[in-house]
């Protein structure tokens, strides 16, 4: 079964500063894997995917994540943070396993920027 | 091109109550997947539709069920509301296949007296 795994629930920096967050999957397949951004009350927005083609993955806003196979990682960096990153990130893998657009998502990390 | 459209944008009911909320997906898609958001389970997949078919559903109970018509609108609806239903309800339409990006809606807020 795919999931992923936010190591951290909060993360705060400081504005001008590099920004990262990080995210660990399991999957049994080669996984799909991407970030959104939810800010508040807001609905969630696609900073970008990974479909198993260039492990380094550009998104919109400056947003970059890297696909690391061996880490089994999809970590998400920025190198320099705005005031208006300040939101909730979700790291999320697609489940795979026949025709099914079901995705799964972890448990967020909220990132606080300060000025 | 309008994005994904949820009404209403905030329902109150109280408990043993049923809803129905509604999604309308952008123009072309055929797929249509619901979403709860709660502060404790965070968000959890609730069924997809495609085509009118329901191609995949959640761990939810019966309770929860929805439907798409044939223009790709879906509705789901909730019977016999609980106090723990209450959520934020996403939807997010795509063109259906495996790589095609979902663009989620704003939600519905649910809450459940």
């Known amino acids: 079964a795919q999931s992923v795994t936010q190591l951290d629930s909060h993360v705060s920096v400081s504005e001008g500063t590099p920004v990262l967050l990080r995210c660990n999957y399991s999957s049994s397949y080669s996984p799909s894997l991407f970030w959104y951004v939810q800010h508040p009350n807001k609905g969630l927005q696609l900073l970008l995917k990974?479909?198993?083609?260039?492990?380094l993955v550009k998104g919109i806003n400056g947003f970059e994540a890297e696909f690391k196979k061996s880490e089994t990682s999809f970590h998400l960096t920025k190198p320099s943070a705005h005031m208006s990153d300040a939101a909730e990130y979700f790291c999320v893998v697609s489940d795979k396993g026949g025709a099914t657009n079901k995705l799964i998502f972890g448990t967020g990390t909220l990132l606080a920027v300060q000025p | 091109k309008a994005g994904v459209t949820q009404t209403p944008r905030y329902l109150i009911k109280t408990r043993g109550q049923q809803v129905t909320l509604s999604c309308s997906p952008i123009?072309?898609?055929?797929?249509v997947s619901w979403y709860q958001q709660t502060p404790g389970q965070g968000l959890q997949f609730l069924f997809e539709?495609?085509?009118?078919?329901?191609?995949n559903k959640g761990n939810f109970p019966g309770r929860f069920s929805g439907r798409q018509f044939s223009n790709s609108r879906s509705e789901m609806n909730v019977s016999t509301l609980e106090l723990g239903d209450s959520a934020l309800y996403l939807c997010a339409s795509s063109l259906g296949g495996e790589y095609n990006e979902q663009f989620f809606g704003p939600g519905t807020r649910l809450t459940v007296l």
């Open positions: 539709y495609f085509s009118e078919t329901q191609r």
């Open positions: 123009s072309g898609h055929r797929s």
């Open positions: 990974y479909t198993s083609a260039a492990t």
